[in-house]
């Protein structure tokens, strides 16, 4: 290949070599000649030019490691490279360069014997140079990327794990399911469905609170909402509603549950059990408290209600009103139930039959059932 052609090849691969002795004086050199240090302002003359270059001005990268050149001429070393070299160019530019020291001719190889003819010379210095910024500046710009993408991430994941928090604490986590798998659309309405509804109510509250503080009052309603919450979660229900010192919670919505009367009444019975334990337990922290639990099983529409500033996910209907009322007639320790839940578990409960009653915005009179217990039979449809 000649010279010239060698030079067209080594500048359009941005690739140049410089050639030492023994002594690191500079032989020659080629390529690309904008990847050396410095290079002489005019090539007049150049062999004399050769003569004189200092192998420092044009890698000063090398500085320092003359000890390591004379290991890789003496065969010591394989050779030596050194990555990533920044050079800042007279016009700001910076590029990124690859340095390569070999021994010439190598120990092994085509080359390591000479012909005959061939008079044997010294080894030399070949260093090489080659440019790889754009591959530098495309591997900057990855890893910038990817810094980007794991910062997004934990940020993503923080933000995640905030929303999750919310969903939990503020919208109930089978209707944040439900929304985030679009069985529940946020869009105002809903579906008609039969649930069971369930009220509870803490009784003589107002009393209550004429002797507690405002901070005793908040603890009280903490403990009562927790008993009954922790019941009505424990049996698949989801709670829709604070009403001050009154829950209501629904069963069979938004998943479907074929036992929802008698889940219902089981939450029921067991926040009822829970709050005389708490009573013999409270000692001198909080009054005892007790509760009045209604029940009604029917049809009702179960969806977003509200406005367009603000949606709840609830149940609405004459079966929802009925279970109110219910719970307005239940006494302290009762748990009391509609006809249609008592017509859908009368053999999965002991009940009793209370005298048939007009509930307040109702017609006709009502019988309503006290639940004493549950059978050992367990309704499945």
């Known amino acids: 290949m000649s010279p010239a052609l060698t030079r067209l090849f080594l500048t359009a691969h941005r690739m ?3 050639l030492l002795d023994a002594r690191f004086a500079v032989l020659g050199y080629g390529g690309d000649h904008s990847l050396l ?23 000063p990268e090398l500085a320092g490691c003359e000890d390591i050149l004379s290991d890789v001429l003496n065969g010591l070393l394989p050779q030596f490279e050194l990555e990533q070299l920044n050079r800042t160019q007279a016009n700001g530019e910076t590029r990124y360069l690859t340095l390569n020291v070999l021994r010439y001719p190598p120990l092994a190889g085509p080359e390591a014997c000479l012909p005959d003819d061939v008079p044997s010379n010294p080894p030399l210095l070949l260093v090489t140079l080659n440019d790889i910024s754009d591959w530098t500046c495309t591997q900057q710009v990855l890893t910038q990327q990817r810094n980007e993408l794991r910062l997004l991430q934990a940020s993503l994941d923080d933000t995640n794990k905030r929303l999750e928090f919310i969903m939990q604490r503020y919208v109930p986590k089978e209707v944040a399911r439900a929304l985030m798998e679009n069985r529940i659309l946020p869009d105002l309405g809903g579906e008609a469905r039969t649930i069971s509804a369930i009220f509870v109510d803490l009784r003589n509250y107002t009393g209550l609170s004429e002797q507690l503080s405002p901070s005793e009052t908040i603890d009280m309603l903490h403990v009562f909402l927790n008993v009954v919450c922790s019941a009505i979660v424990a049996e698949g229900g989801v709670v829709v509603n604070y009403m001050g010192d009154a829950v209501m919670a629904i069963f069979n919505a938004p998943d479907a549950q ?22 013999t337990r409270s000692g001198k922290l909080l009054p005892p408290l007790h509760y009045g639990v209604g029940i009604n099983t029917g049809p009702a529409l179960v969806g977003n209600i509200g406005a367009l500033q603000h949606y709840q996910y609830t149940a609405v209907g004459d079966s929802i009103n009925v279970a109110s009322r219910i719970c307005s007639q239940a006494q302290a320790g009762e748990v009391l139930i509609g006809p249609n839940t008592h017509a859908v578990l009368a053999d999965c409960i002991h009940a009793q039959a209370l005298p048939p009653m007009m509930l307040k915005g109702k017609r006709q009179v009502l019988t309503i059932y006290r639940v004493d217990s549950l059978c050992e039979t367990k309704i499945t449809g």
């Open 16 to 18: 140049a070599y410089v």
């Open 37 to 59: 240090h410095s290079t002489p302002q005019s090539m007049a003359a150049p062999l004399a030019w050769l003569e004189q270059a200092d192998w420092l001005a044009l890698m």
């Open 258 to 279: 074929n036992d929802h009367a008698w889940r219902a009444v089981r939450a029921g019975l067991r926040m009822q059990a829970t709050a005389l334990t708490h009573t």
